[in-house]
């Protein structure tokens, strides 16, 4: 059974720091890349990082580069994403979800995982 379980989410203040998890099993990590998404409250859900498990290539949306980081534990089929500088308009449901293809970050993404809550508010 393929899984992707995301952890980390919570409530933060603004300025703070989240590591969420998302901790994969049932299909061959080596083969996919990991993307991170969220979606905020009457919004479309928006990619904002992608990692390739393989080679470690990384994407990353402009409003997260320099705060948000990125990183795959390949021992532990595990991705991470470190989040730092959190505002305001971070909030929202941040899913993981695998996906492998021609192209870095995939067009689309076979597994998804059920989202965990990031709230930044004071």
């Known amino acids: 059974e393929v899984q992707l379980v995301e952890s980390g989410g919570g409530l933060v203040q603004p300025g703070g720091s989240l590591r969420l998890s998302c901790a994969a099993s049932g299909f061959t990590f080596d083969d996919y890349a990991i993307g991170w998404f969220r979606q905020a409250p009457g919004k479309e859900r928006e990619g904002i990082s992608c990692?390739?498990?393989?080679?470690?290539?990384?994407y990353y949306l402009d409003s997260v580069k320099g705060r948000f980081t990125i990183s795959s534990d390949n021992a532990k089929n595990t991705v991470y994403l470190q989040m730092n500088s959190l505002k305001p308009e971070d909030t929202g449901v941040y899913y993981c979800a695998a996906g492998r293809g021609r192209y870095f970050p995939p067009y689309e993404y076979d597994y998804w995982g059920q989202g965990t809550q990031v709230t930044v508010s004071s």
């Open positions: 990692i390739s498990t393989r080679d470690r290539s990384t």
